[in-house]
């Protein structure tokens, strides 16, 4: 089975602080992914990565960043956390190029105060 | 740019009823992927039916059956004998086929309720 994990269930952060989100999948996956999910939206891709050190730019971007510097590891980083970026996040990993399925991990439900 | 509507924010069914769930996409892409996606309360999201766009005959996994009607740009889920673990967000995706494409773009979500 394809386990993505992330680092935490809950968060609570101060408005300024900066946070990291992690996630781990364990199935040699090239590609992840870091979304955003808030009521009546969906979700929304932040960032994805197709390879190490690789990135790409998702549909909502501002006031997030993200490192991979190890193929089963995908950071997002918020440099000054906001109170408008209080949302669930999940990541995602997936295989190849066409159209194989994405697998989640739990998501990470981010307070910011 | 591609869109994905789901028209019904919130869905309840009798358990062992059948329920369809609505969705609609606009792209002008002729070869793309669609999916369901479950999200179960306090769950992990996991995949329910894909459907390639080139294939003419509906996807079905056990009680879950897709209406894909590519001149209509709709793509609906039916769950048949609905479920009490059927209690869920799903979320309807799209992803074209070409090149380097590995974006989902999703739709709003659907919350489904199964009643007793």
């Known amino acids: 089975d394809v386990k993505v994990t992330q680092s935490s269930r809950y968060l609570v952060k101060r408005t300024g602080e900066k946070v990291f989100l992690e996630c781990v999948q364990d199935m040699d996956h090239e590609n992840m992914f870091w979304y955003r999910q808030d009521p009546g939206l969906g979700l929304r891709l932040i960032y994805f990565s197709y390879d190490v050190k690789m990135k790409e730019k998702g549909d909502i971007p501002e006031g997030y960043s993200v490192s991979r510097e190890k193929k089963e590891r995908f950071s997002l980083i918020l440099e000054s956390a906001s109170t408008n970026q209080t949302s669930m996040y999940l990541c995602?990993?997936?295989?190849?190029?066409?159209?194989?399925?994405?697998?989640f991990g739990p998501g990470t439900r981010l307070t910011v105060t | 740019a591609q869109t994905v509507t789901q028209s019904q924010p919130e869905m309840s069914v009798q358990e062992a009823e059948t329920v369809t769930l609505s969705c609609t996409y606009d792209?002008?892409?002729?070869?793309?992927?669609l999916f369901w996606y479950k999200q179960p309360p306090s769950r992990q999201m996991i995949l329910v039916i894909r459907?390639?766009?080139?294939?003419?005959q509906n996807a079905t996994e056990n009680r879950f059956s897709v209406n894909f009607q590519k001149a209509a740009k709709s793509f609906s889920l039916k769950i048949s004998d609905s479920q009490l673990g059927d209690t869920a967000m799903y979320f309807c995706?799209?992803?074209?086929?070409?090149?380097?494409?590995?974006?989902?773009?999703f739709g709003s979500g659907t919350q489904l309720t199964v009643l007793p």
């Open positions: 792209t002008s892409e002729n070869n793309y992927y």
């Open positions: 995602a990993s997936s295989f190849g190029l066409s159209s194989n399925e994405q697998y």
């Open positions: 995706a799209f992803k074209v086929s070409s090149g380097s494409a590995r974006q989902l773009t």
């Open positions: 459907q390639e766009a080139y294939k003419q």
